[in-house]
C-alpha cells in the first residue's frame, strides 16, 4: 500500500474500534457472561453518608439534600454532608437552617477550593460506613442509594459502584432524544458492560458509592472524582461495578454550546489524570488497561483520526482517480451533497447532527490544548 492508504486504513481502523467495534465488542462478551442472579439485601444494612460539594445558592443545596432524605434508605442509617466551596458562617448557618435537619452537616471546602477541596472536607465529617456522591442539579430515584448500597455490601470485589445518569430525553413517552442524549443511551450500556467483565472506566459524578474505608484524599484542583477514585481503586486491586438501575435523573436540556464547555472541562481533566495518575497508561500495572485506552485515550484522538482519514482519503484519490474525472467526481459528490440538503427535515437533522459534533470535536481539540498546557483550572 501507499503511505496515504496506509494513513486511511489505520485512521480508520482506529476510529471503527473506538466507535463501533471496541463497544459492540465488550457489550456482547458480558452479555454471554449470563444473567447474575438478583443480589439480595445484607441482614444488615450499613450506615451511609450522602455527600455533595457545591457552590450553588441556599436553596438548591437545600433542595438536593431533601432529595437524598426521601430515599427509600432506614432513616437512622441516612445522614448527608455538603462541602460548600464559599466559607463564610453565615452561609453555612443559612444552608443548616434550610435544610432542616441535624441529620446533615455543612462545612467549609478546603482553602484551595474547587470540588476536590469540597469533597475531601466533607468526607472528613461523615460517619457512615458508605459514602454516596452526587451533584446538586441531580434527584435520585427512591432506590437509588438502597441499590447502590446493596451491590457493594454483596459483592466483595467492588471498592465503587456507579449508577445510571439520566437526561430528559430518557422519561417515558419522551419524543426524540439529542445527539448528547443518544451518546449517554449507549454510554451508560458501555459502563454496565465494562463493569460486568471487571469494572468500569470511572462513573459518574452524580450518581456513585463506595466504602469509605477505601476513601483515598483527592488532589484539590482535580477536575474528574469521578474517574480519578475508581481508577485509584482499580489500580489497588479493587473492581468497580455499574447499576443500570440505580438511577439519578438531571432535569437540565443543554445546547450543543453548553455540552462544549461541560465537555472541555471532562476532556481536561482526562489529561490532568494522565499526568497525575500516570500509572493508568502502563498495561502491567492497570487490569482494565485495554478498557481505559479504548474507552478514554482513543476517544481523545477521534478529530485527530479524523482529519488523518480524511487527508489519507484525498491522497488516494489524487492518486487513484485520473485527473481528466477528477470534476467529474467532485461534481457528482456535490450533486449528493445538495439532493440531501434539499428537503427541509434532512436539512435541519444534517445541520443539528453536524453542529454537534462540530462543538463536541473542537472541545476536544481545546481539551488537548489545556492538557499540554498543564491549564487546570477549567471550572464555569
Known sequence: MTPWSWVTVTSAALLGWTWFVYPAAIWVIARLLGSRALRSEPTRMPSVTAIVASRDGVDAIAERVADFLCADYPPDLLSVVVGVDRRTPELLHAIEVACGTNKVRVVAGDASGGKGAGLNAAVREASGDVLVFSDVQQRFAADTIRRLVTGLATDDRLGAIGGALQLPGDAPGTVGRSPIEWYWRIERQLRWAEGRIHSAVGVSGSVYAMWRRDWIPMPDQIILDDVWLPMRLVLAGKRVGYDLDAKAWDARSTSAAEERVRKVRTLTG?????????????PVVNPIWVQFVSHKVFRLLTPW????????????AMERVPSSTLPVVLASL????????????????????????????????????????GRWDVWR
Open 270 to 282: 482526562n489529561f490532568q489524570l494522565f499526568a497525575w495518575l500516570p500509572a493508568v497508561l502502563l
Open 305 to 316: 483520526l479524523a482529519f488523518a482519514f480524511a487527508v489519507g482519503l484525498g491522497g488516494v
Open 334 to 373: 456535490g450533486v449528493i451533497l445538495l439532493i440531501v440538503a434539499v428537503p427541509i427535515r434532512t436539512r435541519t437533522i444534517a445541520r443539528r447532527v453536524i453542529g454537534w459534533g462540530w462543538s463536541l470535536q473542537t472541545a476536544v481539540i481545546h481539551a488537548t490544548v489545556n492538557g499540554v498546557r
